[in-house]
């Protein structure tokens, strides 16, 4: 048999064969996540199922997220009934305004190199940056993990995602992954295992990685994985006391396709409406004007994110142009309190900032600032569906912290490396 | 399984993804689907839902259910009295969720299919066929994997781990470490 992929490692410990891609394993997994957008159905679908108890409580974790805070009378019932059955049987709860699930566990040290991570959350799989293997599932998969531990997968192919060529100054992992997504197209990695290889790898920060990972399901991804090294072992050392091996796929692993990253080829990229795989360089762009700035979320809601926005934000002059509303969101409050202890959240807000709870904001309309009429949004985040945001007459932009500060100065779609 | 739906074609277009089924910010007022049909992709067509009669087919090119993993979009499409949707592919997620509560994603060429025309969908086991009786046409359909089936079989995920289906289906408990 030739070689295994790190998709391949992880789904064999798990169910206890040897699982080749195209199998289908019942597999243990280490971390069920469930949110207040899928976890209200998915109790439903548990009290269908005669479920009893949790598998395990210390393996669930629920996350009121997606309403943060409660938007609606019916929202603000969803936590309530995520909170009274979790306190029923043991769990924990992320509360309003700790963060959006995959965030939070991974900077808590829940996620670890060789794990499985099932949430009810398509961008689960942002956790795969830290060599696990993160898949998104809906409710009544979340319900039946939830009775049973388990979830079933077929094992899929790997796309061996290689990142090569210096990383031009200027270029952030945002520009890089819409580049991924865009050449691998809105089902390019349906059902597949995205895996992270080339010398560059090691110059992305964990935080970096996320942004990959996230952006991932963009191109129909079940998982993307970067295999641990020095930089996973630095993230996650003062996070958790447990120390886990890397799983790293083998030299002669099997993959169904090879694409290449040429960093040193990219410039800042810009995803217009509406799909995050129609993706144009920033400078084809230039003009359009915005109305309102998006800061935030689980692709561009982490610390670094922010430094960078406000970098530009202060080499523009330290103003935001007139007419445009800049709305920022922490993906977690860890994000918060370190933006506050260093001050970038008092800059951000006497610069005319609107600060948000932390959670998912305003990316999917569920709660935080919804688009006028007719009004241009440049976004951080991972979708520009039309009506994303919560007004089907809005159009959408997604592009890096940087290019986002950057029109939050000119008031129009900029290239960050022309400012200041 | 056996099961023989027949309906009138209900085109849409590639790349659906869940939020245009059912936009997120329904789901801020009720999750009851009897309610949120009234608004079943509302983002592709404000007029679509309205016209949606018990008995349609929803017919879509590729990767129909894309973006997030909301559920509800497959219920939504259930209690509108759609029981199956077609399309040249499907999104991960949307698969499984439809396969959980027994809406029948049926994998086949649809470029052929046009707004209206009658299909006839038959299920026997896993093998999936599908006939447009407007145009005398045999459609292949990729049959559902084996797992699928027993899950479908059970009448859906809520009655398959009823039955204590998991067990059956783990060759060696898991090693967790």
Redesign the interface.
């Known amino acids: 048999m030739s070689g295994r992929t790190i998709s391949e490692k992880i789904l064999s ?5 040897d699982a080749r891609a195209g199998d ?5 997994a ?1 971390l069920v996540l469930g949110t207040d ?2 976890s ?2 998915a109790i439903g ?1 548990f009290e ?3 479920g009893q108890r949790l598998f395990d409580a210390h393996r669930v974790v629920f996350s009121l997220d ?2 943060s805070p409660p ?2 009378a ?2 603000a019932a969803f936590h309530d009934q995520v909170r009274a059955f979790a306190s029923m049987h043991g769990a924990e709860v992320l509360e309003v305004g700790v963060g959006i699930s995959h965030q939070v566990v991974a900077e808590r040290g829940r996620v670890l190199p ?1 794990d499985l991570v099932i949430g ?3 961008h689960t799989v942002t956790c795969g940056a830290l060599d696990a293997f993160a898949t ?6 979340l ?2 993990a939830m ?2 531990g ?1 979830i ?1 997968l ?1 094992v899929p192919e790997t796309i061996k995602v290689s990142l090569v060529g210096t990383r031009p100054k200027g270029l952030a992992a945002k520009d890089a992954a819409l580049a991924m997504i865009a050449e691998l197209g ?2 390019g990695a ?2 597949k295992t995205l895996e992270f290889h080339g010398a560059e790898v090691a110059e992305f920060t964990l935080e970096e990685r996320f942004v990959f990972s996230n952006l991932a399901v963009e191109a ?1 991804a ?1 998982a993307a994985i970067f295999g641990a090294d020095a930089a996973t072992d630095v993230y996650l050392a003062d996070r958790t006391l447990i120390r886990r091996s890397a799983v790293a796929s083998d030299a002669d692993a099997t993959y169904a396709a090879e694409i290449v990253v040429d960093l040193a080829r990219l410039s800042p990229r810009v995803a217009i409406p509406h ?1 995050p795989n129609d993706v144009i360089p920033v400078v084809d762009a230039l003009g359009t004007r915005v109305q309102m700035v998006f800061l935030g979320t689980c692709t561009g809601g982490r610390v670094p994110d922010f430094h960078e926005a406000l970098d530009v934000l202060e080499r523009g002059g330290g103003r935001i142009a007139d007419g445009v509303q800049l709305v920022v969101t922490p993906a977690s409050r860890e994000v918060f309190l370190r933006l506050t202890a260093d001050g970038t959240l008092g800059k951000l807000t006497s610069m005319g900032a609107i600060v948000t709870t932390p959670g998912c904001g305003a990316c ?3 709660s935080g600032a ?1 688009p006028g009429d007719g009004m241009t949004v440049l976004s951080t985040a991972n ?1 520009n ?4 945001m ?1 007004n ?1 007459t809005a159009s959408i932009y997604l592009a890096s912290p940087a290019a986002c500060a950057a029109a939050a100065v000119t008031g129009q779609i900029t290239d960050p490396r022309t400012i200041g | 399984m056996q099961l023989r739906i027949e309906g009138r074609a209900r085109v849409v277009g590639d ?1 659906i ?1 869940t ?2 089924i059912i ?3 329904r ?5 009851d689907e009897q309610i949120l049909k009234r608004y079943l992709l509302e ?1 592709v067509d404000p007029k679509f839902a309205a016209s949606v009669q018990p008995g349609d087919l929803l017919v879509a090119g ?2 129909f259910g ?7 979009a ?2 939504v499409i259930l209690a509108a009295g759609i029981t199956a949707v077609l399309a040249t ?1 499907f ?3 949307f698969y ?2 439809a396969i ?2 027994g809406l029948i994603p049926v994998e086949c060429e649809t470029n052929s299919i046009a707004e209206g025309d009658r299909l006839v969908v038959s299920l026997d086991g896993n093998a999936l066929t599908v006939e447009n009786s407007t145009h005398g046409a045999r459609l292949a359909a990729k049959p559902i ?3 699928m089936t027993h899950i479908l079989d059970a009448g ?3 009655e ?3 039955r204590g289906g ?1 067990d059956l ?9």
């Open positions: 410990a798990k169910s206890g064969t289908i394993v019942v597999c243990d280490d957008a899928s209200p159905m679908y269908q199922m005669g997606h309403y938007s609606t019916k929202t060789g009810a959350d398509s998104g599932v809906g409710s009544s998969d319900a039946a009775i049973t388990r079933w077929r809105a089902e349906n059902y129909g079940k799909s999917c309309g569920t919804i979708r569906f039309k009506a994303r919560g089907a | 790349d993804n939020d245009y936009a997120s910010t789901k801020r007022d009720t999750l983002t590729a990767n894309c973006g997030s993993a909301m559920e509800i497959a219920t592919s999104s991960r997620t499984r969720n959980n509560n994997s084996p797992m859906g995920i809520v398959f781990t009823r998991w289906y783990v060759r060696r408990a898991g090693t967790r470490t």
